[in-house]
Protein backbone atom coordinates (compact mmCIF):
# COMPACT_ATOMS: atom_id res chain seq x y z
CA UNK A 1 0.00 0.00 0.00
CA UNK A 2 1.22 3.74 -0.83
CA UNK A 3 0.39 5.75 1.78
CA UNK A 4 2.33 8.60 0.06
CA UNK A 5 -0.57 9.02 -1.67
CA UNK A 6 -2.29 13.17 -1.16
CA UNK A 7 -5.84 13.88 -1.52
CA UNK A 8 -6.01 17.98 -2.30
CA UNK A 9 -9.38 20.34 -1.23
CA UNK A 10 -9.06 23.54 -1.61
CA UNK A 11 -11.41 25.91 0.62
CA UNK A 12 -12.12 29.57 0.45
CA UNK A 13 -13.08 31.27 3.41
CA UNK A 14 -13.95 34.59 3.38
CA UNK A 15 -14.61 35.15 7.27
CA UNK A 16 -13.64 33.56 10.89
CA UNK A 17 -17.11 31.58 10.45
CA UNK A 18 -15.81 30.19 7.26
CA UNK A 19 -12.87 28.97 8.86
CA UNK A 20 -15.06 27.71 12.11
CA UNK A 21 -17.13 25.76 9.40
CA UNK A 22 -14.32 23.67 8.32
CA UNK A 23 -12.99 23.27 11.76
CA UNK A 24 -16.42 22.05 12.76
CA UNK A 25 -16.59 19.53 10.24
CA UNK A 26 -12.40 17.93 10.72
CA UNK A 27 -13.71 18.07 14.39
CA UNK A 28 -16.78 16.01 14.18
CA UNK A 29 -14.41 13.69 11.66
CA UNK A 30 -11.88 13.65 14.19
CA UNK A 31 -10.26 10.12 15.77
CA UNK A 32 -7.76 8.79 18.56
CA UNK A 33 -4.47 9.29 16.84
CA UNK A 34 -4.94 11.68 14.18
CA UNK A 35 -2.52 14.21 13.83
CA UNK A 36 -2.94 17.88 12.04
CA UNK A 37 -0.42 20.01 11.00
CA UNK A 38 -0.79 23.33 10.22
CA UNK A 39 0.95 25.99 8.10
CA UNK A 40 0.89 29.32 7.46
CA UNK A 41 2.34 33.17 7.44
CA UNK A 42 1.95 34.83 10.80
CA UNK A 43 -1.68 36.02 11.30
CA UNK A 44 -3.13 33.42 8.47
CA UNK A 45 -5.10 31.78 11.31
CA UNK A 46 -3.60 28.61 12.83
CA UNK A 47 -4.55 29.12 16.06
CA UNK A 48 -8.06 30.65 15.26
CA UNK A 49 -8.27 27.73 13.04
CA UNK A 50 -7.58 25.37 16.47
CA UNK A 51 -9.72 27.58 18.86
CA UNK A 52 -12.63 26.50 16.40
CA UNK A 53 -11.64 22.87 16.27
CA UNK A 54 -10.89 22.54 20.18
CA UNK A 55 -14.41 24.35 20.94
CA UNK A 56 -16.08 21.81 18.24
CA UNK A 57 -13.65 18.67 20.03
CA UNK A 58 -16.16 19.67 23.05
CA UNK A 59 -12.83 21.47 24.69
CA UNK A 60 -14.58 23.68 27.41
CA UNK A 61 -12.46 27.11 28.48
CA UNK A 62 -10.08 28.90 26.44
CA UNK A 63 -7.51 27.38 24.08
CA UNK A 64 -4.76 30.25 24.18
CA UNK A 65 -1.82 29.89 21.41
CA UNK A 66 1.01 27.39 22.72
CA UNK A 67 3.92 29.42 21.37
CA UNK A 68 5.89 29.97 24.82
CA UNK A 69 4.65 26.22 26.36
CA UNK A 70 5.36 24.24 22.97
CA UNK A 71 2.93 21.76 24.16
CA UNK A 72 -0.83 22.21 25.73
CA UNK A 73 -3.46 19.74 26.44
CA UNK A 74 -6.81 19.86 26.78
CA UNK A 75 -9.97 17.48 27.46
CA UNK A 76 -12.76 16.91 24.90
CA UNK A 77 -14.64 14.25 23.41
CA UNK A 78 -10.77 13.56 22.68
CA UNK A 79 -7.82 14.56 24.03
CA UNK A 80 -6.47 17.19 22.28
CA UNK A 81 -2.67 18.02 22.36
CA UNK A 82 -2.10 21.49 20.79
CA UNK A 83 1.29 22.36 19.91
CA UNK A 84 3.53 25.46 18.50
CA UNK A 85 6.61 24.74 17.27
CA UNK A 86 7.39 27.99 15.77
CA UNK A 87 9.93 29.28 19.03
CA UNK A 88 11.98 25.62 18.99
CA UNK A 89 14.46 23.70 16.44
CA UNK A 90 14.49 20.48 14.66
CA UNK A 91 16.94 19.24 17.47
CA UNK A 92 15.00 20.39 20.19
CA UNK A 93 11.26 19.34 18.83
CA UNK A 94 13.00 15.87 18.67
CA UNK A 95 13.99 15.73 22.38
CA UNK A 96 10.45 16.49 23.35
CA UNK A 97 9.21 12.69 22.23
CA UNK A 98 6.61 13.97 20.37
CA UNK A 99 5.81 10.44 18.91
CA UNK A 100 4.15 10.08 22.43
CA UNK A 101 1.73 12.38 21.40
CA UNK A 102 1.78 11.81 17.53
CA UNK A 103 0.95 7.62 17.82
CA UNK A 104 -1.02 8.27 21.41
CA UNK A 105 -5.19 8.22 22.18
CA UNK A 106 -6.08 11.75 21.20
CA UNK A 107 -5.94 14.72 18.64
CA UNK A 108 -2.43 16.50 17.51
CA UNK A 109 -2.66 19.75 16.38
CA UNK A 110 0.89 20.96 15.54
CA UNK A 111 1.61 24.96 14.57
CA UNK A 112 4.03 25.44 12.51
CA UNK A 113 4.76 21.32 11.41
CA UNK A 114 6.54 22.11 8.24
CA UNK A 115 9.53 23.35 10.82
CA UNK A 116 9.38 19.58 11.70
CA UNK A 117 8.26 17.77 8.33
CA UNK A 118 11.07 14.92 9.83
CA UNK A 119 9.19 14.22 12.64
CA UNK A 120 5.73 14.52 11.39
CA UNK A 121 3.84 11.09 11.27
CA UNK A 122 4.41 9.94 7.35
CA UNK A 123 0.36 9.93 7.70
CA UNK A 124 -1.41 13.07 8.33
CA UNK A 125 -3.61 15.73 7.72
CA UNK A 126 -2.04 18.80 6.63
CA UNK A 127 -3.51 22.52 6.71
CA UNK A 128 -1.98 25.05 4.76
CA UNK A 129 -3.50 28.65 5.00
CA UNK A 130 -2.58 31.19 3.09
CA UNK A 131 -3.67 35.78 3.54
CA UNK A 132 -5.48 36.85 0.77
CA UNK A 133 -7.26 39.60 2.15
CA UNK A 134 -7.81 40.89 5.54
CA UNK A 135 -10.90 38.31 5.93
CA UNK A 136 -10.28 35.98 2.78
CA UNK A 137 -7.79 32.85 3.05
CA UNK A 138 -7.16 29.86 0.65
CA UNK A 139 -7.15 26.74 2.52
CA UNK A 140 -5.65 23.88 1.31
CA UNK A 141 -6.09 21.02 3.32
CA UNK A 142 -4.28 17.90 1.80
CA UNK A 143 -4.56 13.86 3.61
CA UNK A 144 -1.25 12.26 3.37
CA UNK A 145 -2.17 8.36 3.49
CA UNK A 146 -5.45 6.90 5.11
CA UNK A 147 -7.58 7.68 6.82
CA UNK A 148 -6.50 11.21 5.62
CA UNK A 149 -7.67 10.53 2.20
CA UNK A 150 -10.86 9.68 3.21
CA UNK A 151 -11.12 13.05 5.40
CA UNK A 152 -10.63 14.63 2.19
CA UNK A 153 -12.81 13.21 0.22
CA UNK A 154 -15.61 13.78 2.45
CA UNK A 155 -14.85 17.49 2.06
CA UNK A 156 -14.64 17.50 -1.14
CA UNK A 157 -18.28 15.73 -1.06
CA UNK A 158 -19.57 17.90 1.42
CA UNK A 159 -18.32 21.47 -0.33
CA UNK A 160 -17.53 20.52 -4.14
CA UNK A 161 -13.36 19.73 -5.10
CA UNK A 162 -12.93 23.56 -5.23
CA UNK A 163 -14.92 24.99 -2.67
CA UNK A 164 -15.79 28.18 -3.28
CA UNK A 165 -18.84 30.10 -2.83
CA UNK A 166 -21.27 27.20 -2.11
CA UNK A 167 -21.09 27.21 1.49
N1 LIG B 1 -11.02 33.96 7.26
C1 LIG B 1 -10.31 33.96 8.39
N2 LIG B 1 -9.87 32.80 8.93
C2 LIG B 1 -9.12 32.80 10.04
N3 LIG B 1 -8.76 33.92 10.73
C3 LIG B 1 -9.19 35.09 10.24
C4 LIG B 1 -9.98 35.17 9.07
N4 LIG B 1 -10.25 36.48 8.82
C5 LIG B 1 -9.66 37.18 9.77
N5 LIG B 1 -9.03 36.38 10.65
C6 LIG B 1 -8.26 36.85 11.81
O1 LIG B 1 -6.89 36.59 11.56
C7 LIG B 1 -6.21 36.37 12.79
C8 LIG B 1 -5.48 35.04 12.74
O2 LIG B 1 -4.61 35.00 13.85
P1 LIG B 1 -4.00 33.65 14.39
O3 LIG B 1 -3.38 33.97 15.70
O4 LIG B 1 -5.01 32.58 14.34
O5 LIG B 1 -2.87 33.38 13.29
P2 LIG B 1 -1.68 32.32 13.35
O6 LIG B 1 -1.62 31.73 12.00
O7 LIG B 1 -1.85 31.39 14.50
O8 LIG B 1 -0.43 33.26 13.56
P3 LIG B 1 0.95 32.96 14.34
O9 LIG B 1 1.84 32.30 13.33
O10 LIG B 1 1.43 34.33 14.69
O11 LIG B 1 0.67 32.10 15.54
C9 LIG B 1 -7.26 36.40 13.89
O12 LIG B 1 -7.27 37.67 14.48
C10 LIG B 1 -8.54 36.14 13.12
O13 LIG B 1 -9.68 36.73 13.73
MG1 LIG C 1 -0.65 30.82 16.16
Given at each position: MNNNIETVFTYRSYSLQDTELLAAELAAAAAAGMVIGLDGD????KTAFSQSFARHLGVEGIVSSPTFTIIKEYEGRLPLYHMD?????LHEADELGLDEYFYGQGVCLVEWSSIITELMPERHLHIKLATIGPQERLITVTGRGEPYGEVCRALIQKWGKDNDESK
Open positions: LGAGVYRIS
